[in-house]
């Protein structure tokens, strides 16, 4: 069998599975098989693949057919600028969330040395790509999942930053370490009866520990507020993922922890998907 065969049975099996991508997942799955870049895949179709390769292949393609996302089927993920290994255990890396990034690219254009605290590290994508860009910034991720912990450790190794990284794994409303310019959380906010209703991609595969916001949507954004206004300093930013239906309620409970609301901000699909806030 050529590369070029492999590839068109699997993506017609996906095809009719109603997968986005066929072509490309088929694409993604194969390179991963046969250890080469996509490119790879793309420019030698005409090269045969061997029976093992071939066998391994018709697994992913099984494994994608019934939803399985591509970056647990080949463990990363693209965030910002670089690549993030990911396992079950963490949300995968959204597009949307890198306008928390930019956010705290821009807030934090002149600063010199700052201390940043991420509440639910996961993969450690947000934190780990602003270390990466602030050679001078130090930071602290906490997550109640040592599988999570045990990830963003090993992002932070690959990455080079693990010297400015420290890592705790506890409950937020436990945690008590240090004082902070500017926190960052992409808490799990989804209401818990709702999350039956996401893709299936996201609702049976991605962790529930990282969706589930509890009965309205809100529970653990509330202990990242209350967390937060306690670790923050004087004048320090919050900056938060939320909803796209969360801002009003997610503004009176910040206003409430004595926070100044500087601004929301939409995502790619026009949702409000980020608040940024400033201790007073
Ligand atoms: N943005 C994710 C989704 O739409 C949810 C992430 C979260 O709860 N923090 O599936």
Redesign the pocket.
């Known amino acids: 069998m050529n590369i070029q065969s492999a590839l068109t049975m699997g993506a017609r099996i996906l095809k009719d599975k109603l997968i986005s991508n066929p072509y490309l997942d088929s694409e993604i799955l194969l390179a991963k098989v046969i250890n080469k870049n996509r490119e790879y895949v793309v420019l030698n179709s005409k090269k045969t693949i061997n029976k093992k390769d071939f066998q391994s292949f018709e697994r992913l393609i099984k494994k994608r057919s019934l939803r399985k996302p591509i970056a647990y089927l080949i463990n990363k993920k693209f965030f910002w600028k670089s690549e993030f290994y990911v396992t079950k255990d963490t949300?995968i890396p959204?597009p949307?969330?890198e306008i928390l990034i930019e956010t705290v690219l821009k807030l934090s254009r002149f600063k010199k040395k700052l201390q940043i605290l991420d509440i639910?590290i996961g993969s450690g994508c947000i934190l780990l790509s602003i270390l990466k860009e602030k050679r001078n910034f130090y930071g602290t991720g906490i997550d109640i999942s040592k599988n999570c912990l045990n990830i963003s450790r090993i992002n932070a190794i690959n990455h080079n930053v693990q010297d400015r990284l420290k890592l705790f794994k506890t409950n937020v409303d436990k945690f008590n370490y240090g004082k902070y310019d500017i926190i960052i959380s992409?808490?799990?906010?989804?209401n818990k009866f709702k999350i039956k209703y996401?893709?299936k991609d996201?609702a049976n595969f991605?962790p529930n520990l990282?969706?589930?916001?509890g009965i309205d949507?809100l529970s653990?954004i509330r202990k990242v507020i209350k967390k937060s206004s306690e670790l923050i300093k004087t004048n320090g930013k919050l900056v938060l993922?939320i909803?796209f239906d969360q801002k009003n309620k997610v503004v009176n409970l910040l206003k409430k922890k004595g926070f100044y609301i500087n601004k929301t901000i939409k995502d790619l699909a026009n949702n409000d998907?980020c608040i940024v806030c400033t201790k007073i």
């Open positions: 949300l959204r949307d969330t639910g992409n808490p799990p906010y989804i996401l893709e996201v991605e990282a969706l589930n916001g949507g653990e993922e909803g998907r």
